[in-house]
């Protein structure tokens, strides 16, 4: 079974950035639709945004203009680029596809 592995994850300033990575364990993210969830203390995890094995991507409006999510199939490593971070992205992060979580990776915003 495939694994997914988020990492990139930590501490930053208001208005800062980060790229959280998601790599796999094999080449799945050619030929399948990967999600980006986030989960923030005390609030149920919701969709950050997608992106589709063609690689269109959809964003929720709250990241959108800010995030980026991005793939390169032969690292199979689905990136999550996040500009402009303000506290209300503090949360854990998980990427998801074919049914198979990472174990997510924390985003603190804070000054």
């Known amino acids: 079974q495939v694994q997914l592995v988020e990492s990139g994850g930590g501490l930053v300033q208001p208005g800062g950035s980060l790229r959280l990575s998601c790599a796999a364990s094999?080449?799945?993210?050619?030929?399948?639709?990967v999600n980006w969830y986030r989960q923030a203390p005390g609030k149920e995890r919701e969709l950050v945004g997608s992106?589709?094995?063609?690689?269109?991507?959809y964003y929720t409006d709250s990241v959108k203009g800010r995030f980026t999510i991005s793939k390169n199939n032969a690292k199979n490593t689905v990136y999550l680029q996040m500009n402009n971070l303000t506290p209300e992205d503090t949360a854990v992060y998980y990427c998801?596809?074919?049914?198979?979580w990472g174990q997510g990776t924390l985003v603190t915003v804070s000054s």
């Open positions: 094999g080449s799945i993210f050619s030929t399948n639709l």
């Open positions: 992106i589709f094995s063609t690689g269109y991507t």
């Open positions: 998801s596809a074919r049914g198979t």
